[in-house]
């Protein structure tokens, strides 16, 4: 998480870790966030877009390697 926070990206309402029952870790809200309001910030740079990934030497040989789990006609029901 060090490394996300040094890079700019800024959760002014959340925590994280938070831990819950049964060990249970994940993010709590600290604030309340209203409707349509952003709750996380992340910078351009951080972003993996298609493109980026598409490109990437380590992960574009994984897209290329399973195209029928990265259909570009968005027929590909897993998504939401």
């Known amino acids: 998480m060090?490394?996300?926070?040094?890079e700019g990206f800024y959760m002014p309402k959340l925590q994280y870790p938070a831990y819950?029952?049964?060990?249970?870790?994940?993010?709590?809200?600290?604030?309340d966030i209203h409707h349509r309001e952003a709750f996380a910030f992340c910078p351009f740079k951080m972003?993996?877009?298609t493109k980026k990934a598409q490109t990437h030497p380590v992960v574009g040989v994984i897209i290329e390697e399973n195209k029928s789990v990265f259909l570009e006609d968005g027929k590909n029901e897993d998504w939401e």
Do not use: A, N, P, Y
């Not at 819950?20 to 604030?31: H, R």
């Open 20 to 31: 819950f029952e049964d060990g249970l870790c994940g993010t709590k809200v600290i604030e």
């Open 2 to 6: 060090e490394w996300l926070l040094k």
């Open 47 to 49: 972003i993996l877009s």
